[in-house]
């Protein structure tokens, strides 16, 4: 994939950029590993400054950074500025506490253990690979750096090809915010280059956050290198309706949750799983509020949904609903590719899946919402785990009884009960099955990539 800002509302590639080779790569390992050496020594106190210092730099920037976010990957201008401010916030937040979530931890009673003191200190592992997405560029990308900077990790980052002027902003944003020069690089490199820079002794673990396919072929090499991994992947989100709900507000939710971001979010409702009893109500509105939201030019601050990022993600897009409908899912809304260039496609809803079609077991990573009739309050949550991800979930009711069944059996790594799934710096953020495994974001993410050392003193 060739490594330049194409400008999806129109298809017009805007600019193009080379590559780093070998020796630039060795030369940012080396500077990795020597700043690594140097930061691991500073204090929480002194890496907090800096991150917020890199938030006040994001906060003072916000405008031209969102800008930047419009033309490299289509968001639209004001969810743009939401997430630059959202990463100024995830720095403050990894400031703040760090002191407390990296704290030594000790026995209150080390005789237990023979000793007279014993517990477990977090240190740093050294230099940590990113390989980001380009869905949220700037958030991904530094809700992985500020826990791992602030711990006294040094940062390496593969960026999708489809941002470099987002990487290259990130490349210097820590060291004008005071943290040493090879505290955080970005490396200008092809998918194809990871695989050597995994296998480098001077990088100690690795992130991903992106497709399934990308997500096996890193964590093989890491594996093979003894190397931990933390793996953010797809989703196919179920969102479920019951027959308590409010189903206004579910419907206008369900809109909400399934165009973020122009439809290319992990965490997207995408599969709308709806009790018979109201059922045919609930597609009723969903539909009408699919069909009235606005696509167009995502400057414009009316515009709901903008392009998709990419043509081949737009083609995926297109492709699967397609073959639903083929086998004979009925089109509610959209389903039609816009005859004008950039890569438009349009809110979508589609019904009456037959088992076969693909959308059923696949994500949807555009604007694309499937409908599903359920029996009863267990039929959905049958439903809702018949795939093989297992990211998020959102369930819409006023049942305590269904609410803590929902919560107890859905299986995927977070349930948001009357409400759409979000990330927040404050809770846990990560799936199980195939969305992939570890945790970032809260006390946890931040632990991901330290070295839990057991200390024990007779
Ligand atoms: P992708 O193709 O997997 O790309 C993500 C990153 O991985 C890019 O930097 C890409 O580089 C790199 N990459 C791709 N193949 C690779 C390989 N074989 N080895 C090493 N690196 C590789 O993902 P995408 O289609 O752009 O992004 C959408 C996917 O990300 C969706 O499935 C979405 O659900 C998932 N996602 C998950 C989360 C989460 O938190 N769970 C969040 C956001 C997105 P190139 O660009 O150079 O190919």
């Known amino acids: 994939m060739a490594i330049a800002t194409i400008n999806p509302t129109n ?29 691991k020594s500073t204090s929480f106190a002194q890496r907090g400054e800096w991150l917020v210092k890199a938030a006040e730099i994001l906060e003072a920037e916000v405008e031209d950074t969102a800008l930047m976010l419009v033309r490299e990957m289509g968001k639209t201008i004001v969810q743009a500025r939401g997430e630059v401010l959202k990463s100024a916030k995830g720095l403050r937040f990894y400031a703040e506490h760090v002191q407390t979530f990296l704290a030594d931890e000790w026995l209150e009673d080390p005789s237990a253990v023979g000793a007279k003191q014993a517990g477990a200190r977090y240190q740093p592992l ?24 602030a711990a006294g990790n040094v940062g390496l980052l593969k960026h999708a090809s489809n941002v470099p002027q987002t990487a290259l902003y990130l490349d210097t944003l820590f060291s004008r915010a005071g943290f040493p ?8 490199i092809g998918s194809r280059e990871v695989k050597a820079v ?23 090499t890491a594996g093979e290198q003894i190397k931990k991994t933390v793996l953010e992947l797809g989703g196919s989100d179920p969102f479920l309706v019951l027959p308590s709900a409010n189903l206004e507000a579910a419907a206008e939710a369900a809109v909400r949750a399934r165009l973020l971001n122009n439809g290319q979010s992990c965490i997207a409702g995408k599969r709308f799983i709806v009790h018979t009893d109201v059922y ?8 009408t509020g699919m069909a009235n939201a606005v696509m167009g030019d995502p400057m414009d601050p009316k515009t709901v949904i903008g392009p998709l990022a990419t043509e081949s993600g737009r083609d995926e897009v297109a492709d699967l609903v397609k073959d639903a409908v083929a086998k004979g899912a009925k089109v509610l809304t959209g389903g039609v590719v816009p005859d004008q260039p950039g890569w438009w496609y349009p809110p979508t809803v589609l019904a009456d899946l037959p ?54 059996r859905l299986d995927a790594g977070a349930v948001f009960v009357n409400g759409i799934t979000a990330s927040y710096p404050e809770l846990p953020f990560g ?18 990539f330290t070295n839990l050392k057991t200390v024990w003193k007779a």
């Open 11 to 39: 298809g017009v590639v805007e600019q193009e950029f080379e590559a780093i080779d070998a020796a630039e790569v060795e030369r940012r390992l080396a500077l990795a590993q020597s700043t690594f050496e140097q930061l």
């Open 126 to 149: 050294g230099a940590v690979l990113a390989v980001m997405p380009w869905n949220y560029p700037i958030w991904q990308a530094l809700r992985f750096a500020a826990p791992a900077l």
């Open 181 to 188: 020069a090879g505290a955080f690089q970005t490396l200008l």
């Open 198 to 220: 995994i296998e480098d002794w001077r990088v100690k673990a690795v992130t991903l956050t992106g497709s399934e396919p990308a997500g096996r072929s890193v964590a093989a």
């Open 280 to 287: 045919d109500k609930f597609a009723e509105l969903f539909a």
């Open 355 to 408: 088992e076969d079609a693909l959308l059923v077991m696949e994500e949807a990573f555009g604007p694309v919402a499937s409908l599903y009739r359920a029996k009863d309050t267990n039929d959905a949550i049958r439903i809702a785990n018949q795939t093989r991800f297992g990211l998020s979930s959102a369930v819409w009711t006023n049942d305590s009884a269904e609410e803590q069944l929902c919560i107890e």
């Open 431 to 448: 799936g199980v099955k195939a969305s992939g495994y570890g945790r970032e974001l809260a006390e946890v993410g931040m632990r991901e």
